[in-house]
């Protein structure tokens, strides 16, 4: 590419989504679009990576929505890990040490670090925890291992057939009956998507360095 050559992205924007946070997420969108910077090559890369994650948190809270708007409050765990996930992403691009591949992999590669002659995967645990080593935040991996507790089959799952052993209940809403889950519920996905918006507002500059 010809690093004089303008670096133009055009952003269509779609409102109207059934999302709480819909303007957060719009804001973050258009502060990606309209940074400025003299290095438009590397900004054509790091912009449709923001653009995605972006769109892919929006995404999935109109779909958490949709399964709270039903009552459906078990499916909406993996999708809230899912919707942490997105700022995950962005912080360990912070952390990758070639960040270009990981920004044109859009994560596949994985974040690295470089371990004397070795590239070292960064586990997510670690990119969690580095949330709360940068002092802005101590919830950080907090609300990650809360989140990791819903995805991997374990008693969890058994306890939505019934609570005894005598009488078990196949496709119920268990967790609809219950309020303080529902409560729980909820505030979480208030959590992770104030989470996601601050984590992208906190670390976008860092992007670039």
């Known amino acids: ?8 992205i055009e952003l ?7 999302i709480k946070f819909e303007t957060e997420y719009l804001k973050l969108a258009e502060s990606v679009l309209n940074k400025s910077t003299k290095d438009m090559e ?14 892919r948190a929006m995404v999935t809270s109109n779909a958490i929505e949709t399964l709270i708007n039903s009552g459906n409050y078990e ?13 995950l992403q962005i912080k360990a691009a912070t952390m990758a040490d070639n ?15 470089k371990v004397g002659n070795k590239l070292i995967r960064i586990k997510e645990g ?20 809360f989140l990791c507790g819903y995805i991997h089959f374990s008693s969890y799952h058994y306890s939505l057939l019934s609570n005894n052993t005598s009488s078990l209940s196949i496709g119920k809403l268990i967790l609809k ?9 909820k505030q979480c996905y208030n959590d992770v998507s104030e989470a996601f918006i601050e984590i992208t507002r906190y670390y976008i500059d860092k992007l670039w360095n």
């Open 1 to 8: 590419m010809d690093k004089l050559q303008p670096v133009l």
């Open 12 to 18: 269509t924007i779609h409102k109207g989504l059934n």
């Open 42 to 55: 590397r900004s054509c890369i790091i912009k449709p990576f923001l653009f995605a994650l972006i769109n």
């Open 75 to 87: 499916s909406t765990l993996p999708l809230l890990r899912v919707l942490f996930d997105c700022g």
């Open 99 to 113: 960040k270009e591949e990981f920004y044109t992999t859009y994560g596949e590669s994985k974040a690295k670090r």
């Open 126 to 145: 670690e990119i969690a925890k580095s949330l709360d080593d940068d002092k802005w935040t101590s919830e950080g991996f907090g609300l990650y291992k």
């Open 177 to 185: 009956d219950d309020p303080d889950i529902v409560v729980q519920i």
